[in-house]
């Protein structure tokens, strides 16, 4: 069951996913969207892929059949959304797993039930990864602090209080008087839409502003710090993160303002060395020429729509994570926090 994120706040409306194929349907429309969210959901994906394998070939099905489909299955899911390492991330553990069942010679049936378990062990893990992040995060937080933020980094995108702003409803159940700045995030409002909706079920005090208004009230020294989350982080520290981060990373070091990312291991690709070589997803125009269907700006233009963009770990003053918070140099501080088991299941076989 998957909460339509496209029809927040309006309506609430949760959605049965048959199969693997209607799953990356709804990560590539959204309706599921996050970093921790579509690597869940992706993971959730391949069980039901498993199911549907199951449900056509019954007691026959085979073991070389079952690694044949959720492999094509993952290929499907992985090639929704290119810039969220947690999506290629959480199909290659439930795959290693697969893997490593089949070599036991572990019946069809009892994979299918092991994957189950692997998809909601992430999923666990995910909820205590978020928890841990918040209370790192919450100790940066004073008294009174206004903070700023950017896209929905919260319940909606993780299994438990979220990332970036796990630390803000921790400080606020904490009773510490806190108050949110919340980016629209165009183009498709993520801020407006979702952050706003989970702050103010919450009770955490927020005042939205349009993308464009940061700078304004960081230069009337309005904010304390920045907290944003990450799609993909690169070992020496650079972040991929909903297009606008960027920007206010700038206006952030600018104005003297702590920077700080927040993200769960499994968004640190230490594979990849520099932000240089994050692929960054291009997605429709019409999201930035019409809004829920009507339209802003003249047919026939020219239009750009990179989702994401990488602020270089410079403009960052530290990444929280659930193993503790890194400072730079990155390059180090990253890989003594995730190196040791940055792809356990692949970990697990080598030992
Ligand atoms: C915990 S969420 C971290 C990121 O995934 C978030 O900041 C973000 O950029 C989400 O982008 P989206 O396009 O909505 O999936």
Redesign the pocket.
């Known amino acids: 069951m998957l909460l339509d994120q496209t029809l927040l706040p309006q309506q609430v409306v949760y959605s049965r996913l048959e199969d693997e194929r209607q799953v990356a349907e709804a990560i590539k429309a959204?309706k599921v969207?996050?970093?921790?969210?579509?690597g869940m959901a992706a993971a959730f994906g391949l069980v039901l892929a498993f199911r549907r394998l199951l449900a056509e070939r019954g007691d026959e099905v085979s073991l070389a059949e079952v690694l044949a489909r959720l492999e094509e299955a993952g290929v499907l899911l992985a090639a929704t959304?290119p810039t969220?390492v947690?999506l290629s991330w959480a199909i290659r553990r439930l795959l290693g797993c697969a893997r490593q069942l089949a070599g036991a010679g572990c019946r069809p049936g009892d994979l299918g039930r092991r994957l189950l378990e692997e998809a909601q062990a992430i999923a666990a893990e995910d909820r205590a990864a978020c928890l841990r992040m918040g209370r790192y995060g919450e100790a940066l937080i004073a008294d009174g602090d206004q903070l700023l933020t950017?896209?929905?980094?919260?319940i909606l995108?993780?299994a438990g209080w979220?990332?970036?702003l796990a630390p803000m409803y921790l400080a606020h159940r904490a009773g510490k008087r806190i108050h949110v700045f919340v980016d629209e995030t165009r183009p498709?409002l993520?801020g407006a839409r979702l952050t706003a909706w989970e702050l103010q079920q919450e009770g955490v005090p927020f005042t939205l502003i349009t993308d464009n208004m940061a700078g304004y009230f960081m230069r009337r020294g309005r904010i304390a710090a920045v907290f944003?989350?990450?799609?993909r982080i690169a070992a020496n520290g650079d972040v991929a993160?909903?297009i606008g981060?960027y920007s206010l990373a700038v206006l952030a070091q600018a104005h003297g303002i702590p920077f700080y990312v927040?993200?769960p291991c499994s968004?640190i690709d230490l594979d990849l060395p520099s932000g240089e070589e994050i692929p960054i997803?291009q997605r429709d125009p019409r999201e930035v020429t019409a809004i829920r269907g009507i339209s802003i700006a003249p047919d026939g233009i020219s239009v750009a729509n990179p989702?994401?963009d990488v602020t270089p770990h410079t403009y960052i003053s530290a990444i929280i994570t659930e193993r503790g918070v890194a400072r730079a140099p990155y390059s180090v501080a990253l890989r003594g926090l995730c190196a040791d088991d940055h792809h356990p299941i692949e970990k697990q076989a080598e030992r």
């Open positions: 959204l969207r996050g970093a921790p969210a579509i959304r969220a947690n950017h896209c929905n980094t919260g995108a993780t979220g990332t970036a498709v993520q944003v989350g990450a799609d993160n909903k981060t927040v993200a968004t997803e989702a994401f």
